[in-house]
């Protein structure tokens, strides 16, 4: 434009262009334009990838956690008033702390800078010291003092929140459940070792005395019916079979089973559920052979034990039901070593960790169910502690010297639950009679032991999209070769466009067809499906071969390329005469229904099964195999099968020798984008199987895949819980999944557009 | 036979057989669906019959025939049914009892041997209740205050009229109850949150107790409104309850309805084909445009359509400028490259990713990161109750713009690379800039194609519910998501989606086989709706590949 204007200068003065200095200006708004039009289109592009980057990098961020270790900072460190500890505590927001002395007093203290608080000294009877310690269930706050007398005393210590001017106050409570007075247990003889729980049965102690009995005591609690007062009422039972020597006692909160270590290599195991016929089980070896067992714990929930040897070797033991019914003490799993040996076990209060104190100072962190050791170092250098004290809400540690010396730590552990091991492999869980791949993530109490391991999903989402793909595949790509290569054109054009309708289904609609109509209708029809999915092809060929017999005019009008019109009504109308025989072979051969011989012959049958799923599934997935393997076997260079006709190779033989071969990457890719899609359905499976989480492939049972399983999960969960980025990872599993196999056949695609495109 | 098979043509057969077979399932399910949820809305007749029952007496049933099947004996003894002979199967009848307030169930199966005496009087009626769904019976009085106003002959044009003004008279008490109450509250709400607000920007005392004093009075202003609304109402209620319908059971139970209990009645054996037809179109307006009734079973699905629509359109708005912008930037501006090919390969993969993947994001990153930050700049009075950090429509339109602007970008890049460069070299060579060839030769010649890819991607979106679970949609909201209180679309709103309704009602409700018909029809208009947007966009890429066929020819 620049050069006419300029080549034209004699017209230029009457010219009816604007004038020099106005075109300067609308060059320069047009460049203007341009330039915030590509730096605008830019921006929008680089933004988009950018969301699509932040979707991969989020996920990761909220799984990474899961795998990070324990943290222990120290903190403060302060003097408190006191001589040897018994037993220590910290409250749930790390405010009070508490110290049991040898001599009977408590001593509440504030835990960030060490400043006394209430002090409660217990009267114990004159001439009385403290011979034996006993705590109960940790969050009960309940403990015992055995005295040398043959007494006990037990008292309940509890920390009372207000919020008086918005301000959070925390006072302790000291409070004697069984009566201020001590308790003869053993009247003159010296307790040596003592334990206290509270059940539902009521309070019970069992104590073993300087004379070596055993004995067990109970204290019911009863209100009279009229006044409502309530008495206590005690029962005592001598315990049989009292080992030489105790050196702990452990009753777990149902007052049914009792455990005593003898302070040599063995823990004895005794039955109690009835006390007056009590029974000696079994004892087992819970160290190695001349160690000895220091310290034992219950972890929360008082059913699996936690053994702490002299070697510095850590254990976790819990109750097995055998064949006979008879619960035995079975190892379960080891924790990395401690270099020294083992002083004081502390359970966390609300899942199955706990931390492990030895005599060299080394602090572990140890987690029960996925047997990880997130840290195990020195807690401070040069430092010998006596006990430590964990807050409810594992958030901070204080660790008590000899000398009253405390040192308070801040405590990060936020994920320990899980592990990849324990995600991928058996785990032993409590109560369980063997190790098992079990999901089941949640429940209302603390107690609760979290089952994470993946494996049921996975092998879950595998059965679906295996199933899905055996019934898809060879359909989609039969169709695929046929509709691309020997359907008339005319024909082609109608197909096409409703197998892209039978695409774009909604999910939840195929979902909701397959639960409430398939699922009864196979149910029902059991026998007819099976004739179906196996005599479909027998009747197509038939008919083929019929067809043969035809007049010749018939087979001309409609010959090759309508094949589609001929088979749609012997279809419907086979499918039809299955239907209405299925009855009658039933009653002939199956005794009536074929699901109730299956129940009868062991086979366990669901209605909502995966051969409901591998149908409804394997219907939504074969458009997505069909349009890419017709796409590729359709672009096959037309040259290349006209020569291969030319050279007197029939169709069929042109198309497994020419067509199948070239177009063969094409076909992987759509199985592979097939597979793909499989994986990652979730609607389908949420309705059309029981979502019960079971390791088989049992066509007639039902599964739970990873994708249904964050969709029924994931609303109910508390944030950056555990359990939620449990449920992020197995997203993340399927996005990286179905990204590497889309991603892949693409490749494959490319490859082999520029194959055909150079043929 | 041999030398048949040798020439393929059996093979042949078969691939034809598979292709057959597919179509044979897609028209069976579209058929399934039409053809029961279609149904639904013709008023089947009312059947008298007489049902033996297990003690051997005799009971008058008035009920709709659903569906009759053959049972082997063998299913009947397993659940506990006497059987009379040894025949091998049976046959027997679901029948729709109704009156669950009589019967308990409103489902009933019962052995074709057990049923004689099938008849279809004239005068049985069928009420559909607000409460306790249908009841079938015969209509016997109108009673106004209980005193009879019409019976025999005149009872039904009586009952239509009484109908009417009860129904008009249900519905002022809805207008009220939702919308002048609903903005009563909206304002005492108000009220509290400006208070709250003073306090967080640290407003002095005696600006507070000021306000709190203006406060007092407003709200003293609106109690009063309230208090007026409330005398309304009651007036209203009793009105409502002034008439009522006395009639019998087939057993010859009697039983009160209070007309603003009914919604509807018909007499179905006593309609004309034609009146069955208009009977017909008007149930299925009705579905379309009621609010649901007893937990999702009954009444319509409009809230849920609309919740659909609103969450659509307000996901093309975002799809479609990012999208058509993301794919000129690949096909015109990025530099072509390995990275670039990495990218495009990456983007078009993203359309394979599981929804529910995207869902999981759109829960953790929308709406507890972006949306928790959103409250706690923009609505900390608010707190602790979350305004946006909380599953809702804007969340889910989000969600569902990330899951479908892939498709987006698939389809206009596809339709940019069709467009013949000598265009773009034409419109060059005559001076225009990079923009000007873009924005006015190249966009306007691709547009097709980007309606084609939003129109997929609005059918994808409208059928997609998994990720929706987990990002706004609930089984019942309160609420439409557009109403004419500022600042009229409401973001942060919860809302129905007819997938989730199909979901829900067919597999979290109690009553299946009530909901049943329904939730055909749900999923009848679902599929329209889907098959509708993608025979536009399939026709609309036939026409635009076309075109440019004959024009690069």
């Known amino acids: 434009m620049q050069q006419t204007s300029t080549s034209a200068p004699v017209t230029a003065r009457q010219s009816l262009l604007p004038s020099g200095e106005k075109r300067a200006r609308l060059r320069r708004w047009r460049s203007f334009k341009d330039k915030m039009s590509k730096y605008g289109i830019a921006f929008a592009g680089i933004s988009v990838v950018a969301a699509f980057a932040t979707i991969f990098i989020y996920l990761f961020s909220e799984v990474g956690p899961i795998f990070s270790s324990a943290s222990i900072e120290p903190e403060q460190s302060y003097q408190i008033n006191s001589d040897k500890p018994l037993y220590t505590n910290l409250e749930r927001y790390s405010e009070v702390g508490l110290n049991v002395s040898a001599s009977g007093e408590l001593q509440f203290f504030d835990a960030m800078t060490g400043a006394a608080g209430e002090k409660v000294q217990l009267a114990l009877p004159a001439d009385t010291t403290i011979s034996a310690f006993a705590r109960g269930e940790p969050r009960s706050g309940l403990l015992a003092l055995g005295l040398s007398n043959g007494q006990a005393l037990v008292i309940k210590h509890e920390y009372n929140l207000s919020y008086p001017n918005d301000k959070r106050k925390v006072v302790p409570v000291v409070t004697y459940p069984l009566g201020e007075s001590p308790l003869d247990l053993n009247p003159g003889q010296a307790l040596q070792s003592l334990a206290v729980q509270e059940g539902s049965a009521g309070t019970a102690l069992v104590a073993f005395s300087a004379d070596g009995k055993l004995s067990y005591h109970v204290f019911e609690a009863q209100t009279e019916f009229m006044t409502g007062e309530t008495t206590l009422v005690r029962t005592d039972y001598p315990l049989p079979d009292a080992p030489k020597n105790v050196s702990r006692i452990l009753l777990d909160t149902t007052l049914h089973n009792l455990f005593i270590a003898e302070g040599n290599e063995k823990i004895h195991y005794y039955d109690v559920t009835d006390p007056a016929q009590a029974r000696y089980v079994e004892a087992v070896n819970a160290v190695a052979a001349g160690q000895q067992v220091t310290a034992v714990e219950f972890l929360v929930g008082a059913v699996s034990l936690i053994v702490g040897g002299s070697d510095g070797s850590l254990s976790q033991w819990f109750l097995v039901r055998d064949e006979h019914n008879n619960f035995h003490l079975k190892h379960i799993r080891d924790f990395e070593k401690h270099p020294a040996a083992i002083r004081q076990i502390e359970p966390e209060y609300s899942r199955k960790g706990f931390l492990a104190l030895d005599t060299s100072g080394h602090l572990g962190i140890h987690y029960g169910t996925s047997a990880r050791t997130l840290s195990l170092e020195p807690l401070a250098e040069g430092m010998n502690f006596e006990r430590i004290a964990i807050s409810p809400i594992n958030t901070a540690l204080l660790a008590f010297a000899a000398d009253g010396k405390v040192q308070r730590f801040a405590l990060e552990n936020a994920h320990p639950d899980v592990s990849w091991k324990a995600m991928w492999n058996e785990v032993w869980y409590e109560g369980r009679g063997e190790k098992d791949y079990i999901w089941q993530a949640s429940s209302g109490s603390d107690e609760f032991e979290a089952k994470m391991s993946l494996v049921p999903l996975a092998l879950g989402t595998l059965k679906a999209a295996v199933f899905a793909m055996l019934f898809a595949t060879p359909l989609a790509i039969m169709s695929a070769l046929y509709t691309a290569y020997f359907m008339t054109p005319k024909l082609r054009g109608k197909v096409k466009p409703t197998i892209e309708i039978m695409a774009a289904l909604p999910t939840v609609i195929l979902g909701f067809l397959a639960g409430l109509w398939l699922a009864p209708f196979v149910e029902k029809y059991l026998s007819a499906v099976f004739a179906i999915l196996l005599l479909l092809p027998l009747m197509m060929l038939l008919t083929a071969y019929l067809w043969r017999f035809f007049p010749r005019s018939w087979r001309e009008r409609f010959g090759l390329g309508w094949e589609v019109v001929i088979l749609i009504p012997m279809i419907i109308g086979f499918i039809w005469l299955c239907v209405s025989l299925s009855p009658a072979v039933d009653q002939l051969f199956f005794n009536g229904s074929l699901r109730q011989w299956f129940t009868d012959n062991g086979i366990t049958y669901d209605q909502r099964n995966a051969l409901v799923v591998g149908i409804a599934m394997g219907f939504a997935v074969i458009p997505n195999i069909f349009s890419i393997a017709e796409d590729a076997v359709f672009n096959v260079p037309r040259h290349l099968t006209q020569g291969s006709l030319a050279l007197g190779a029939t169709p069929w033989q042109t198309m497994i020798g020419v067509v199948l071969p070239t177009a063969s990457p094409g076909i992987f890719a759509a199985v592979m984008v097939g597979f793909g899609r499989a994986v990652g359905e979730t609607m389908i499976v949420l309705m059309a199987t029981g979502n019960s989480p079971v390791v088989n492939f049992n066509l007639f049972e039902g599964m739970r895949t990873l994708s249904a399983n964050i969709a029924v999960e994931l609303p109910e969960t508390a944030v950056g819980s555990t359990h939620f980025r449990v449920l992020f990872l197995a997203a993340l599993v399927l996005f990286v999944f179905t990204f590497i196999f889309n991603t892949l056949a693409e490749v494959i695609r490319q490859r082999l557009r520029q194959r055909f495109s150079n043929l | ?553």
């Open chain 2, 1 to 553: 036979m041999r030398a048949w098979f040798k020439t393929g043509t059996p093979w042949i057969w078969l691939n034809a057989g598979a292709i057959a077979l597919c179509l044979v399932m897609v028209i069976g399910v579209l058929g399934l669906i039409a053809v029961q949820g279609g149904s639904h809305f013709w008023p089947a007749d009312l059947q008298r019959v007489e049902a033996v029952q297990a003690d051997g007496s005799k009971k008058t049933l008035l009920a709709e025939h659903v569906r009759t099947e053959q049972v082997s004996a063998i299913t009947l003894k397993d659940s506990g049914v006497a059987l009379p002979d040894n025949a091998e199967s049976y046959a027997r009848h679901l029948l729709k009892l109704g009156n669950r307030d009589v019967y308990g169930r409103d489902f009933a199966w019962f052995l074709d041997h057990d049923l004689s005496g099938w008849e279809k009087p004239a005068n049985a009626i069928v009420i559909e209740r607000r409460e306790w769904g249908n009841f079938y019976g015969f209509p016997q009085q109108l009673l106004q205050q209980d005193k009879v106003i019409a019976e025999g002959e005149a009872l039904w044009p009586a009952l239509q009229e009484a109908m009417a003004r009860a129904n008009a008279l249900h519905d002022d008490i809805t207008d009220i109850e939702k919308g002048d109450i609903g903005k009563i509250n909206k304002a005492l709400e108000a009220l509290r949150l400006g208070k709250r607000t003073m306090e967080l920007q640290g407003a002095s005392a005696a600006e507070i107790s000021q306000y709190a004093q203006q406060a007092a009075e407003e709200q003293a202003a609106l109690d009063a409104q309230y208090a007026q609304l409330q005398q309304k109402l009651e007036e209203l209620y009793t009105e409502a309850k002034r008439d009522s319908l006395k009639v019998v059971t087939a057993e010859g139970k009697e039983l009160t309805i209070s007309l603003s209990n009914i919604v509807h009645a018909h007499m179905p054996n006593q309609m004309s084909l034609l009146d069955k037809s208009v009977h017909y179109v008007v149930s299925i307006w009705n579905f379309l445009s009621d609010d649901p009734r007893e937990a999702n079973t009954e009444g319509g699905i409009f809230p849920a359509i609309f919740g659909t629509i609103t969450m659509v359109i307000l996901m093309s708005i975002i799809v479609t400028p990012f999208g058509v912008l993301a794919a000129i930037y690949l096909r015109e501006y990025a530099k072509q490259g390995t990275m670039l090919k990495i990218i495009r390969i990456s983007v078009y993969n993203l359309a394979g990713v599981p929804s529910i993947v995207y869902g999981v994001f759109g829960l953790g990153f929308f709406v507890y990161i972006m949306g928790g930050n959103i409250d706690a700049l923009f609505y900390p009075e608010k707190l602790p109750a979350p305004t946006f950090g909380t599953p809702g429509l804007f969340w889910a339109s989000l969600t569902l713009a990330l899951l479908t602007l892939p498709v987006v970008i698939v389809s206009t890049e596809e339709g940019l690379s069709r467009i013949p460069s000598t265009i773009r070299m034409g419109s060059l060579a005559l001076g225009a800039t990079k923009s000007e060839t873009l924005w006015k030769v190249v966009v306007p010649l691709a547009t097709p194609a980007m309606m084609t890819g939003l129109i997929l991607s609005i059918a994808r979106a409208a059928g997609e519910v998994a990720p929706l679970m987990l990002v706004g949609v609930v089984k019942l909201a309160p609420t439409l998501p557009v109403d004419g209180t500022f600042p009229f679309v409401h973001l942060d709103q919860k809302i129905m989606h007819l997938g989730f309704h199909v979901y829900d009602v067919g597999f979290q409700s109690p009553n299946v086989e009530a909901s049943r018909p329904l939730l055909y029809a749900t999923a009848l208009v679902l599929v329209l709706l889907i098959v509708v947007l993608n025979m536009a966009a399939i026709h609309l890429r036939n026409k635009l590949r076309e075109k440019y066929r004959s024009e690069s020819d």
